[in-house]
């Protein structure tokens, strides 16, 4: 099961890219051009309403001219001139003509008069905020710097209600130009408070910066608390970010107070909805996962069971087990080559079986005929001695007969398979020897070998059997027997063709050799074995032709490679 | 292969661009930029505040506080000395300052002409900030007047173990008043020997910690600043301040220009700023300090400090022998008795 694991992780890689690829990108870019969408929304209405707040706020710059409005007055006030620079005067004079200045901004400013020490003199509020201010220090010294013109200060301020906001001051002069004193106009939390209310959103929250961002006012104190380190980011990074993310800052610039307004909103998106679209993403990408390996998990085990029964088979096929099959029920692929795998063992195992059998026919015909060759030696010695006994007798014939025979009889007991034709034809003439004494002479054999063909190696004993076929069946019915021994090569084949001038074969025997070994036909037995021989040791093309001759004789071709000079082993 | 690197180049390119297009709004057209001053102060935000905002103020330049202790930010300034981080040191004793002063870059600030005649130091590297005279204080109710009126009352042997006093290794008004002591009495060495035994093995965790000791009764009587006593003394409380009869120091703390500073120049015109009559008067009149300028005169309460023998307090001396003094320190005080 485990070894179609390779494929098995390929396909899984392989869809969890399709599928994970796709989802990822379509996820990420979703989530992105929401938040672009809504960050830019955002973006545009924070502007619009940090502007609505800085248009509520020019009533404050408006009224920065009801503010130097009063403050000129004051300054040109006759009464309060003298009030500043002598002690003479009418209290309630100076009051009536200090109330009348400041009417038109006493609902959200109070209005101090300090004289040129910084001693605070008048006030229109009931609560004064200092006793004596420097005039080489903060407001005062900024007011006589400005010479007459109104100018504002950021207190120190920790955000509490009875601290003011915001410092205005202008100093006094007299005509000739001397200094008189300072009017000075406070701005308490209540009074901005007064002027942003309604114009904010629910969640909006406004912090007023100094020109050097120290906080000024801020709807909530915990707005104001973090001042200090909005400073520190601006300062640093040139931008205001929220850590927890929730909220997001809008900056704009009061450009004649130089006054900062910092709005900070909540996110539309907030961290926690991001997070819920992030862990649905996730969720999706873990189901793709799990439907990619599910998927895979079916396909490779669909996929996996026939490659295994054909690894199986294949593997029996190794182990020469050729019976091996595989079901071929199916129309797919893998049934075709289920088909194809049967079809190819079916042949395999056919091919085995032939060759088995020629194998058993080659050794049969091998035993056939050492069989023949029976305890030659002591028939070799026997022939030595009735050459001898011949001799001394005088029967000249006997020891020729037995001399041929005996050297017939050596050659055959020899260990090697393969003799040049040269000894294979002189052993041959021995025989023909014999056999024309046996006959008395009633046949001539006629040799016509080319020199150059002497040489090539022939299996022991090939002639003899068709010499013998053609002695029996060919010259016994004919009184003058010729037998005729040809040799030629064509193609590389050497062809050996034994004629005589008998009757010839029946034309149904005539071409390729196909006898078939029998017990009755012994004569052709010689024949049938030459043939087996020649077609196994050499090649199937090899073997015995057998034909007639123009005149009617019969003629055997034996066919075999002309091999020269090495003999096989 | 470089078909599918291109793919992948422009799908990247194009995730990068979104990812850029989704950042958030900046503020920096708002930013100061360089106009601005990093501050490294040792000073308390009551004083650091006010004048860093005039200055904000009349300069335009924006100044960012770094708080600190001395020593801490000394040892800041050190390790960032080839990258400063901050361009000026306001604060810190002026033996501190002197024993950092590679770091610093000296500035001949055209405010030194009106300085007390003591303070005009021109080849120091740190300008002086307000004069900071050493007193002693007692508890009213442990002690009668007259039975602590200089150095030598402490020296005695009558307050052995009632006397408040930090650890001068960590206190730097400390170790300025037990050198102080040294010079005021004569023999320095023997002096503060017999001033770590007068201790009788017990000290403050910190400065600030001794008035506290006296206040609430734990210790009879205490060495401090001029500043920390006034501060605390006022109807209702105990702590009654004595100017040592035999004559006290005024080392002033200081303010230096960090050298390679990244706005040098921003810093130079906040030493001239600080050193300008109107910051001193502001130390004066609401802080508690008297001023380093001549053309500034003190509270008109507060008495001419006499320093006596002290006026010979070499600041360069106390700063090269800090180390040893310190350790003598240690083991007298380790002796008791």
Known sequence: MLRSTKFRSRLIYGLLFTALIPLALCSFLILQSFRIRTSSREQQQALASADYVRAAFSQITQSDDRLNHAAERIGSSEVLRRALSSEASYYTLVYTELFSATQEIRSYA????YDAAGKLVYSTGNQPYRDSLPVDWGILYAAAQAEGQLVLRCPDSSGAAD??????????????????????????????????????????????????????????????????????????????????????????????????????????????????????????????????????????????????????????????????????????????????????????????????????????????????????????????????????????????????????????????????????????????????????????????????????????????????????????????????????????????????????????????????????????????????????????????????????????????????????? | MMRRYLAVLLVLCTLGSLCACGAQPTQTEYSPGDNRLVIYTSHKQEIVQPIVREFEERTGIWVQIISG?????????????????????????????????????????????SLLPQYREEDRVWLPFSSLPIVLIYNSKLLSAGQLTGWNDLLSGSLQGEIAFADPALSGSCFTAAVTAGYVCGNMEETMQTFARQLGGEICSSSGDILTAVEEGRKKAGVTLEETA???????????????????????????????????????????????????????????????RSDVSADPALPEVYAGAAAHYSIEWASTNREKLLSQWAFWFGQEG
């Not at chain 1, 109070?110 to 008069?113: E, H, Q």
């Open chain 1, 110 to 113: 109070v209005a101090d008069l």
């Open chain 1, 163 to 569: 601290e003011p906001a915001l410092l205005y001051s202008a100093s006094i002069h007299s005509p000739e130009g001397r200094l008189l004193g300072y009017s000075l106009f406070r701005i308490y939390p209540s009074g901005l408070q007064d002027l942003f209310r309604g114009r904010l959103g629910v969640q909006d929250e406004l912090l007023i910066l100094s020109p050097y961002w120290h906080p000024v006012f801020s709807t909530s104190q915990n707005l104001f608390n973090t001042a200090h380190s909005l400073r520190e980011q601006l300062m640093n990074s040139g931008t205001l970010r929220d850590e927890t993310g929730v909220y997001f800052y809008t900056v704009c610039k009061d450009e004649p107070s130089g006054l900062f307004f910092v709005l900070r909103q909540p996110h539309m998106v907030s961290p926690d909805t991001t997070r819920q679209l992030v862990v649905i993403t996730v969720l999706c990408a873990l189901g793709s996962i799990l439907l990619a390996v599910w998927v895979s998990l079916r396909f490779s085990r669909q996929m996996a069971k026939p490659l295994e029964n054909l690894q199986t088979a294949f593997e029996q096929v190794e182990h020469n087990r050729l019976d091996a099959r595989v079901d071929e029920s199916g129309r797919d692929e893998f049934a075709q080559l289920g088909k194809r795998f049967n079809r190819m063992a079916e042949a395999l195992s056919r091919n085995q079986q032939e060759l088995v059998e020629g194998e058993r026919e080659l050794n049969q015909a091998q035993l056939r005929m050492l069989q023949a060759q029976l305890n030659p030696h002591f028939l070799c010695n026997t022939l030595d001695t009735m050459k001898w006994i011949s001799k001394t007798n005088k029967v000249p014939q006997v020891a020729v007969m037995s001399t041929n025979l005996a050297d017939l009889l050596r050659f055959c007991i020899g260990p090697e398979e393969t003799v040049p034709l040269r000894q294979e034809l002189q052993v041959l003439q021995r025989y023909v020897e014999i056999q024309q004494i046996r006959l008395s002479d009633r046949f001539e054999f006629v040799l016509t070998v080319p020199e150059a063909l002497m040489d090539c190696s022939v299996p022991k004993m090939l002639l003899q059997p068709i010499v013998e076929n053609a002695i029996l069946h060919g010259i016994d019915t004919v009184a003058e027997g010729r037998i005729t021994l040809a040799a030629f090569e064509e193609q590389g084949m050497l062809h050996i063709c034994v004629s005589d001038n008998g009757p010839g074969f029946s034309p149904e025997m005539t071409g390729r050799y196909h006898g078939a070994p029998s017990r009755e036909d012994s004569h052709h037995l010689g024949l049938y074995n030459l043939n087996t021989i020649l077609q196994k040791y050499y090649s199937p093309e090899c073997g015995l032709f057998l034909e007639n001759t123009p005149e009617g004789g019969a003629s055997v071709t034996a066919v075999l490679p002309a091999e020269r000079g090495t003999s096989h082993a």
């Open chain 2, 230 to 292: 006034l501060k605390q003394l006022g109807p209702g409380s105990d702590l009654v301040m004595v100017y040592p009869r035999e004559g006290t120091s005024c080392i002033p703390d200081g303010v230096a220009v960090i050298r390679n500073a990244k706005h040098s120049e921003n810093a130079r015109r906040f030493v001239d700023f600080v050193l300008g009559k109107d910051v001193q008067q502001l130390l004066a009149r609401e802080l508690f300090r008297r001023s380093v």
């Open chain 2, 69 to 113: 202790g001395t020593n801490e930010l000394l040892d800041r300034i050190a390790a960032e000395e080839n990258d400063p981080q901050a361009d000026v040191m306001f604060g810190g004793g002026g033996e501190s300052l002197q024993a950092c002063s590679k770091y610093f870059q000296p500035y001949a600030s055209p405010e030194l002409d």
